[in-house]
């Protein structure tokens, strides 16, 4: 088993639609990353975490230390979001990224 | 320049052939790394350097060697290699906690991706 699980693996819906990908983890951490990845392969950081709530323009991601859980929502979907969403933890004291296996997201018009 | 970049953006090379990615971060970062993505796997930590050392390897095999000479830069060499190891190479900085900045071994920046290298071993 992986330490960091992402669901679903895929995920289509129509535009407008309100998203939401989820990570847990298994291990302590000191942060959780959300990051984007287009076609073509380029990694874009969209967030980093260790607690509560970040929020940026559509973007939303939670995190829920106890449980070891974090979500990324987008709202009023588009089909310029489509991509694949990775998650990723740093451990508690170790420099590494954990990477999840990613959530390719399509968004249809 | 901005960010990080890396070059060649694609590569064909053959089992033989030997080639070089390259890395470049205009950050002002003190920390880099190399990272391999294969179809249907999730991205795995080659290597990471810090302050120009090597501080881990993530047990790559020989045929994939890493240089760093100064902290904006990081090459991997590749050395007849397999097609298994055809992949998405990409580099990664971020800038790490050292004695004197404010926070403590646990402070973490961001590491920011550069777009990758696309490999393929015929």
């Known amino acids: 088993k992986n330490e960091v699980e992402q669901s679903p693996q895929n995920l289509t819906a129509q535009e407008g639609e309100f998203i939401t990908i989820n990570c847990s983890y298994s291990?302590?951490?000191?942060?959780l990353h959300w990051l984007q990845q287009h076609p073509g392969g380029g990694i874009v950081s969209l967030f980093m975490?260790?607690?509560g709530k970040k929020k940026h323009g559509r973007l939303i991601a939670t995190i829920n230390i106890q449980e070891k859980h974090s979500s990324l929502h987008i709202t009023a979907s588009h089909p310029r979001d489509s991509a694949v969403y990775i998650c990723?933890?740093?451990?508690?004291?170790?420099?590494?990224?954990?990477f999840g296996q990613g959530t390719r997201l399509t968004i249809n018009p | 320049e901005t960010g990080v970049t890396q070059t060649p953006r694609h590569l064909v090379m053959g089992m033989t052939n030997k080639k070089s990615l390259k890395c470049e971060q205009h950050l002002g970062h003190n920390a880099m790394y190399w990272y391999k993505q294969s179809a249907k796997k999730p991205l795995e930590l080659m290597f990471v350097y810090n302050f120009k050392e090597q501080t881990e390897n993530n047990s790559v095999p020989s045929r994939f060697s890493p240089e760093c000479p100064n902290s904006s830069h990081l090459f991997l060499h590749l050395h007849t290699l397999q097609p298994e190891d055809s992949a998405l190479y990409l580099c990664?900085?971020?800038?790490?906690?050292?004695?004197?900045?404010?926070?403590?071994?646990?402070?973490?920046?961001?590491?920011?991706f550069g777009p990758g290298t696309r490999l393929t071993v015929l």
């Open positions: 990664a900085s971020s800038q790490e906690w050292e004695w004197g900045l404010a926070g403590g071994p646990n402070t973490y920046n961001e590491q920011f």
């Open positions: 975490l260790s607690s």
């Open positions: 291990v302590g951490i000191s942060a």
């Open positions: 990723a933890v740093r451990s508690q004291g170790a420099q590494k990224l954990v």
